[in-house]
């Protein structure tokens, strides 16, 4: 069974269709699909003050390496070389610290 949906179906299943406004025919102005009349004023958008904070800060790291090259090569060359240690001490505080900060921000 095929069905074709790409002309107009008029009245499908008892229920009578207008067919759809064209582009040209909402922006000429009028009412919209849903009957309400346009507004006269363009759209507009308001950003809070730590919207544009935000987005400043965003401009100013954005051209920032995301790694450091030099602490990359340092890490790399004391793995190769069996000097690199691990303390688990450390880790735990710098993970419960960060535990701790996130949960005063929710």
Not at 10 to 19: D, Q
Not at 69 to 76: E, L, N, S, Y
């Amino acid at each position: 069974m095929v069905t074709k949906i790409d002309s107009y179906l008029g009245n499908v299943g008892g229920v009578a269709r207008t067919p759809p406004k064209t582009v040209e025919a909402v922006a000429r102005g009028g009412a919209n699909d849903n009957g309400v009349s346009k507004a006269s004023r363009p759209d507009s958008v308001n950003f809070t003050p730590d919207a544009l904070q935000l987005h400043q800060f965003e401009k100013s790291v954005s051209g920032l390496p995301v790694a450091n090259p030099q602490r990359i090569a340092a890490i790399k060359a004391s793995l190769e070389d069996g000097s690199y240690t691990i303390d688990p001490h450390a880790i735990a505080r710098r993970l419960t610290s960060m535990e701790q900060d996130l949960s005063k921000i929710t």
